[in-house]
């Protein structure tokens, strides 16, 4: 088959959360350009809307959708409203997500509360609502969690966020294995250093600069360095991938100090 055939998404109806900034708009660009209609989802609709409009000029079909993923009532709207524009939600990006930093010892239950309903909770609530919805319109779909590096290794200042990414990576493997008989795969990107708004001023500074200097490939990612990763996990070229984890980092994990 003709790789443009086989990463074909058109007939695709898809959901990105966190789609009012940095990679969740890439993601959303990415499914658009390869022909899926697209659910925008956030909580800062004009940036949607904005957003929305950027896509619509080159002729994608695009709906913006506010709400809080950790709001579950919002979730169900928000899956009733791109339905309703759209048809069922067949691929799901659960991108949303938010940066924690400071020492463990100084976390409050409610910083380590808000880390884990953001970053991990949401996860799976927004997965269960897409297969439940995909089982029930008896459709099959995929769904890509974005994990982190950090899921994988950690750092210091960085306990919360690097549990609720692991929690993202065990998660994808446990929905895999349960929703892969009915035909909806369940798979994670686990991207590097991105500079997007949740870090740009940490790697824009000295010691982003050092971190840099670090990664094998000497560059933090550019936009569209995850859009094949992500291409390939929506669509057919992935047909038979599913609990996995794709690491695109430049280098950065495979890699011991000293
Ligand atoms: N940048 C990196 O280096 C990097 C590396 C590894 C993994 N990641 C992961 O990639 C994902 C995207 O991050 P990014 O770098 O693109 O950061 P970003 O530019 O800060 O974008 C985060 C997005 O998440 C949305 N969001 C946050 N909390 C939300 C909530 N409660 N409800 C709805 N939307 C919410 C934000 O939208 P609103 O504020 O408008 O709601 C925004 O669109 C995250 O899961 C992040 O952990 C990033």
Known sequence: MKAAEMFNLTGQVAL????????GQQFARALADNGATVALVARRVERLEAFKAELEK???????????????????????????????????????????GGRAVEFTPEDWRRMMSTNLDSVFYWAQEAARRMLAAGKQGSIVNIASVLGLMVAKGGASYATAKAGVVQLTKALAVELSFKGIRVNAIA???FVTEMNDEYLLSDKGAAI??????????????????????ASNAGAYITGATIVADGGQVIQIKG
């Open 212 to 233: 840099k200097r670090e990664i094998p490939m000497g560059r933090f990612g550019n936009p569209g360095d995850l859009d094949g990763a992500l291409l390939l996990l």
């Open 191 to 193: 991207p590097g250093w």
């Open 16 to 23: 990105v959360t966190g789609a009012s900034s940095g990679l």
């Open 58 to 100: 080159s002729g994608a079909k695009v709906v913006a959708i506010a709400a809080d993923v950790t709001d579950r009532a919002a979730m169900i709207a928000a899956f009733d409203a791109a339905e309703k524009a759209l048809g069922t939600v067949t691929i799901l990006v659960n991108n949303a997500g938010i940066a924690d």
